[in-house]
């Protein structure tokens, strides 16, 4: 049985978004997110597709309890870190809310803002209400826009929360429609955030671009993670759709603990981790009347 290689060799140097288009029906995609220089170096020497400055800094990394809760300033300073890394991945800033949905006028300037300060492929961009009139704005001046439906975390109070969306006929019926209209306008791939798996499949059949799915089952053209989920970095609360390919909160806790341990204890630093001087020189420093 024919078994695909795990390092993409079909992916060499820089992947574009054309390259992205060009996968949908070959091979699975993928994507995590980075929100800094050491995590997003890892990723990229993974060959991981797309990596996603997602907004979720503001929980995994920035401690807050909402994504609307951080901004511009914050989302470029850490874009621009994880682009020093970046030599392979597509690199996709995540607009945060205050960007695009507080004053819609605004964001055609904030996706520019990501290519051109802190070096991004494409941005993406949360349906809510002007959705489409914004991503057609910024797709028109040349860039390229990630759309994300479902469960959208940035308008969850106005879809009921942070639950599974398109349970029933209707409202499944609504995401297929958002799924084809983003298609229409030019967006080059769609999240599908916390969706039924047959859904998922539904919208993935109906349209040309790749689907990327974050809890939306095994049928889309691609799967996202957030990095901290997968590595067991964040444990505030875990979704059901996180694997946790490691858990490093328990090792990390454990190397802490016995620095502490080694230092009140004198262990640390021995020999090994100190520098010498010479003993003609430590004389000359003690025969010195100041000292
Ligand atoms: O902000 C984020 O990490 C995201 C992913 C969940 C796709 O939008």
Redesign the pocket.
């Known amino acids: 049985m024919f078994k695909p290689s795990l390092r993409h060799t079909d992916m060499e140097g820089k992947i574009t978004v054309k390259d992205i288009l060009g996968l949908k029906n070959k091979r699975k995609i993928t994507m995590l997110?980075a929100y800094d220089y050491p995590l997003a170096r890892l990723v990229d020497n993974a060959e991981i597709d797309i990596i996603?400055v997602?907004?979720?800094l503001a929980n995994v990394v920035l401690g807050l309890d909402s994504?609307k809760k951080v901004g511009m300033p914050e989302m470029l300073h850490h874009t621009k870190a994880v682009q020093r890394a970046v030599k392979h991945a597509l690199l996709v800033g995540?607009m945060p809310y205050d960007a695009y949905q507080l004053n819609p006028e605004d964001a055609l300037n904030n996706a520019k803002r990501f290519m051109e300060e802190a070096g991004c492929d494409a941005v993406?961009v949360e349906w809510f209400e002007q959705c489409l009139e914004v991503s057609r704005k910024v797709i028109k001046s040349g860039i390229p826009v990630m759309g994300?439906i479902g469960l959208t975390p940035q308008t969850a109070e106005k879809i009921g929360g942070f639950k599974v969306q398109g349970k029933d006929a209707e409202a499944a019926l609504r995401l297929i429609e958002q799924a084809q209209a983003l298609e229409k306008i030019g967006c080059f791939s769609i999240?599908l955030?916390c969706v039924p798996d047959k859904l998922a499949e539904l919208i993935t059949k109906k349209i040309t671009i790749p689907t990327l799915g974050?809890g939306a089952g095994k049928y889309c053209d691609g799967q996202?993670l957030?990095i901290h989920d997968m590595l067991g970095l964040f444990d505030r609360y875990t979704p059901k759709f996180v694997k946790k390919y490691v858990d490093l909160s328990p090792l990390i806790s454990k190397a802490i603990e016995e620095y502490k341990e080694e230092v009140v204890g004198g262990e640390f630093p021995d020999v090994k981790h100190s520098f010498g001087i010479k003993e003609e020189e430590l004389k000359k420093i003690l025969n010195e009347k100041t000292v």
């Open positions: 997110t996603l997602g907004d979720s994504t995540d993406k994300h999240v955030e974050i996202a957030v």
